[in-house]
């Protein structure tokens, strides 16, 4: 791993013996990332990336204090491109919850989910192309010696874009909006700016 800066010091699949050989484009997103501002309730900190997805990553993992709700947010750079991708750049996200029984129940949850997903990212004006994913009810119920265990209703979220353009931070910002959406709690009044919370390790 080349340390390029604090906590986001991404993840190059080959080695590299110096900061000079990690792509500029990669340390200019890296160098964004860690000037993005995300919703305070969200803690954000890196998280080991992949190495196979993309010959340079960095990947982040947000958490809600007393809320069940996690993500992941991981951006892939490929100097050289990748067809699928229509681009240099792919960022990837996970996003999962606890929900109440009754939503839990809601046929409706998967395309709620995505929509969010959609609505996220337009409010941060976040321009990409080639989005895709998934999103997955998932109901878990314990029998045998668990059975003592209440049932319980997850949403699970995977999704992956392509950047339009070179400003990384409000995909950032988006998927930590996210996060905050799917642990339940309201948006940010409109006016009020999210103080960065992004651990330094």
């Known amino acids: 791993m080349v340390s390029v800066f604090g906590p986001l010091a991404g993840s190059p699949a080959r080695p590299a013996s110096s900061l000079e050989e990690v792509p500029a484009l990669f340390r200019s997103a890296l160098d964004q990332l860690r000037r993005a501002s995300p919703r305070a309730d969200a803690v954000v900190e890196e998280v080991p990336a992949p190495v196979k997805l993309a010959p340079y990553s960095v990947a982040l993992g947000a958490e809600i204090a007393d809320h069940p709700a996690t993500g992941r947010f991981i951006l892939l750079h490929d100097p050289a491109g990748q067809q699928s991708w229509g681009g240099s750049f792919r960022v990837v996200i996970y996003i999962r919850a606890e929900l109440e029984p009754e939503m839990g129940n809601d046929p409706l949850l998967a395309s709620v989910a995505w929509t969010w997903l959609s609505d996220s990212l337009a409010q941060h004006g976040v321009n990409f192309s080639h ?18 265990r209440e049932a319980t209703n997850d949403v699970e979220l995977r999704a992956s874009w392509t950047p339009e353009d070179s400003l990384f931070a409000p995909h950032l910002e988006a998927w930590a909006d996210m996060v905050c959406s799917f642990a339940g709690l309201p948006p940010l009044p409109d006016g009020v700016v999210a103080l960065p919370h992004i651990r330094r390790g």
Do not use: C, N
């Open 131 to 148: 989005a895709g994913g998934t999103a997955t009810r998932i109901l878990s119920e314990s029998f045998g010696s668990l059975g003592g």
